[in-house]
């Protein structure tokens, strides 16, 4: 079976650092994919992992621990703009990406 | 600009009614997938196909069904079968199982029965 676990709601400051965990069980591994979703958007790519460390790609950074089973999304230097529900995903042996039920990040001023 | 149609953007249907949401992409992807996404709620996998005229079901097939007679259209039916169909419906497209890139995805549908 599968399973991917994200906190449900978190809640940040403008300006501050969050990190948003992901933790995972597949049937095989073949990657792992944060995604960000604005209410009633389509999801959009934020970040790929299939190697154990850390992507960085300007204020958001992505880690990956595969003998963990276990992810972050760091989210530095928040905006308004950041409040989204971010989505971690996961795919498998067969290639197929499964998705966790998201994190949604309320940023306040 | 290649991308990831879909339409229309609401849909209210009636009990007992059937209703096709469309699909389009022109990023000569080769496989497409439907999901289905609930208030608060993951992605769940609805079908997929990773080739012209053949499809798959997903983790929650039950009440739908798809065509793939064209590489750039993979059109949903919801049809009466499906009890609950209020939710928000995610098309997507990627250029093969193996992509650093994960899944295109178009901007969506509301279902809503009235």
Not at chain 1, 67 to 77: N, R
């Amino acid at each position: 079976g599968q399973n991917i676990d994200q906190p449900t709601e978190m809640t940040a400051t403008e300006g501050a650092i969050v990190q948003i965990n992901c933790t995972y069980q597949t049937s095989g591994f073949n990657g792992l994919f944060w995604y960000q979703q604005h209410a009633g958007e389509a999801p959009t790519f934020l970040s790929y992992n299939v190697l154990d460390g850390l992507e960085e790609k300007g204020r958001f950074s992505s880690f990956l621990s595969r003998s963990k089973g276990y992810s972050y999304l760091l989210l530095k230097e928040l905006q308004m703009k950041d409040s989204a529900s971010y989505l971690c995903a996961v795919r498998n042996a067969g290639n197929m990406l499964t998705f966790g039920g998201g994190t949604r990040l309320m940023v306040k001023p | 600009d290649g991308g990831i149609t879909q339409s229309p953007k609401y849909l209210f249907r009636k009990e007992g009614q059937n209703v096709t949401l469309s699909c389009e992409q022109n990023l000569n992807h080769d496989a497409m997938y439907w999901y289905r996404q609930d208030p608060g709620q993951g992605l769940r996998l609805i079908y997929y196909s990773q080739i012209v005229n053949d499809f798959q079901k997903g983790d929650i097939a039950e009440g739908y069904s798809v065509s793939r007679e064209k590489k750039e259209s993979f059109p949903l039916t919801v049809t009466s079968a499906q009890k609950n169909p209020t939710a928000f419906y995610l098309c997507a497209s990627s250029i093969g199982p193996i992509s650093n890139y994960g899944y295109t995805f178009g901007s969506g549908t509301r279902l809503t029965v009235v």
